[in-house]
């Protein structure tokens, strides 16, 4: 579970993921941690036609740039919707500001139901969107959780990184999906 594994920084809101796993943990390179994984760019059905359904590679998204990621249980959902990606958009000039190249949003979803997710939210020209369709980029980094009890099945943990040309200079998780005290913009921006 979750919180069994997760600790809490001293004098911070922030949870260190990891360390005890030997997964993903702060220092790792994420590309590594998640070896051959791409993830596919949030679009149109006929954007993915016409791209022959591409998918990006993690080395593409990661390296030579400072991102700012988070990841979250899935669209249109409520914590989702309501609070972790605006609290990305409200934010995006100040992220700007200090140096961030890309800020992604993933989850375990299709990039046609990001796609129109990120549309709804007016969050597309501020945010990149990509899909784990399969899970794959989650389970390699010990984020995935079974919903199956919300009728989701299994998605991703809530949680945010700061990744410096691939290596991770912070990590953070919710205790719990319905959680967002840890993984805000404004957390993330103390962490840059």
């Known amino acids: ?23 993903a943990s702060v220092g790792s390179d994420i590309v590594s941690v998640a070896p051959g994984v791409s993830l596919q760019k949030a679009r149109s059905w006929d954007e993915g036609v016409a791209t022959k359904f591409s998918t990006t590679p993690l080395k593409d998204i990661f390296y030579g740039k400072k991102v700012v990621i988070f990841g979250l249980p899935g669209a249109y959902t409520g914590v989702c919707s309501q609070a972790h990606v605006p609290s990305y958009k409200n934010n995006i000039d100040k992220l700007k500001a200090k140096g961030i190249d890309s800020v992604i949003c993933v ?3 299709d990039p046609y139901v990001l796609n129109g997710w990120a549309e709804k939210l007016q969050a597309k020209d501020a945010i990149e969107f990509y899909g784990d369709f399969d899970g794959s980029f989650h389970k ?20 945010s990184a700061f990744i410096d040309n691939g290596k991770i200079k912070s990590f953070n998780v919710e205790e ?5 005290k840890v993984s805000s913009a404004e957390v993330i921006l103390d962490q840059i």
Do not use: K
Not at 176 to 180: A, C, G, L, T
């Open 107 to 109: 989850a375990v979803n």
């Open 176 to 180: 719990v999906p319905s959680d967002f």
């Open 1 to 23: 579970m979750a919180s069994a594994l997760a600790r809490r920084a001293r004098g911070s809101a922030a949870v260190l993921w990891g360390a005890a796993r030997g997964f």
């Open 140 to 159: 390699s980094l010990d984020l995935e959780i079974d919903l199956s009890a919300a009728l989701l099945g299994c998605r991703s943990h809530r949680w």
